[in-house]
């Protein structure tokens, strides 16, 4: 998505309403003048954990949460669905806070608010470690707070289909939603990595080519893979052979996340006629 040169609260006012209404129609609270739902005082009191440990306030607390749910939602939106980092999450807590177990404790706080009120799973991912073959290169090595972030998403698809389909839904995400499925699958087909010349290989046989950047659906469609990548779908390695640097991509966190996984696997499956395994896909 293209974000635009408009201001961001002004962009971001239409979603601002569509989130409060669902969260009114899915817990009936109200709102009140500070734009907090009012879900915040039942949101702490749910959570087991005694505040008072961090000696600040309620109200800091809430303020921390707000802030929290508010980020994660400005930034879902603004970079098209690219997973977030916790550590972007904790340098939110811990820029004016230095208590060591008050982000995990803000971060589920914020969860909570976010499923109670608005209707939104965060689900946090693992970044999976590189594949055996990619053992001998030099790979880029991650602390455990990069390897984690998280996504939005809804809830409500199933509890309130006709909620989702009016408000979340949006019929100019289908086309890259197939191209996900189909990359996917490739992959997943050929074992959960395949070349990047293999990938190209595949999808000129139905007729999306490399040097495409003006595809009547898809656009630049070199630019659509790479939008796979940065959803973190796909991880791109670079590996060493003896005729030089081959690119490899394989299937990332988001597309090894259980229900993403499985949906896959169920869509090869009505293709084929039976269980998915690796083939070659060459």
Same mark, same amino acid.
């Not at 809430?62 to 904790?90: A, D, T, W």
């Not at 909620?163 to 100019?172: A, G, R």
């Not at 259980?258 to 395994?277: A, F, L, R, T």
């Given at each position: ?64 949460? #707000?802030? @929290? ?9 603004? +970079?098209?669905?690219?997973?977030? !980092? &916790?550590?972007? %999450? ?94 996917? #699958?490739? @992959? ?9 010349? +293999?990938?190209?290989?595949?999808? !000129? &046989?139905?007729? %999306? ?74």
């Amino acid at each position: 998505m293209i974000v635009k040169s408009e201001p961001l609260r002004e962009k971001m006012r239409p979603l601002d309403v569509k989130l409060v209404t669902w969260g009114v129609k899915l817990t009936g609270e109200t709102t009140d003048g500070s734009g907090d739902s009012g879900g915040g005082m039942v949101l702490m009191a749910n959570n087991g954990e005694n505040f008072s440990q961090f000696d600040i306030s309620k109200e800091e607390i809430e303020k921390l949460v #707000s802030e @929290v749910v508010r980020y994660v939602m400005f930034k879902n939106h603004q +970079n098209s669905g690219c997973p977030i !980092k &916790r550590e972007e %999450l904790v340098q939110l807590v811990t820029k004016n806070y230095t208590q060591r177990s008050l982000p995990a404790f803000v971060i589920n706080a914020a969860k909570e608010k976010l499923s109670s009120v608005f209707g939104y799973e965060l689900r946090e991912l693992q970044r999976p470690r590189p594949s055996s073959t990619n053992q001998g290169r030099a790979s880029q090595k991650n602390s455990v707070s990069d390897a984690r972030s998280y996504i939005l998403k809804s809830e409500i698809s199933e509890q309130r289909p006709e909620v989702h389909k009016k408000f979340v839904e949006d019929p100019n995400a289908e086309p890259l939603a197939g191209f996900t499925f189909v990359i996917l #699958s490739i @992959v997943q087909l050929a074992g959960g990595k395949i070349a990047e010349e +293999n990938v190209w290989h595949h999808l !000129k &046989r139905m007729g %999306l080519s490399e040097s495409d950047t003006n595809h009547p659906v898809l656009g630049n469609v070199k630019q659509a893979l790479e939008t796979l990548v940065q959803q973190r779908y796909l991880q791109k390695d670079k590996v060493s052979g003896p005729e030089g640097n081959i690119l490899f991509y394989e299937l990332a966190e988001r597309a090894l996340d259980g229900p993403v996984n499985q949906k896959i696997k169920d869509y090869i499956s009505k293709i084929v006629k039976k269980d998915p395994v690796p083939v070659d896909v060459d």
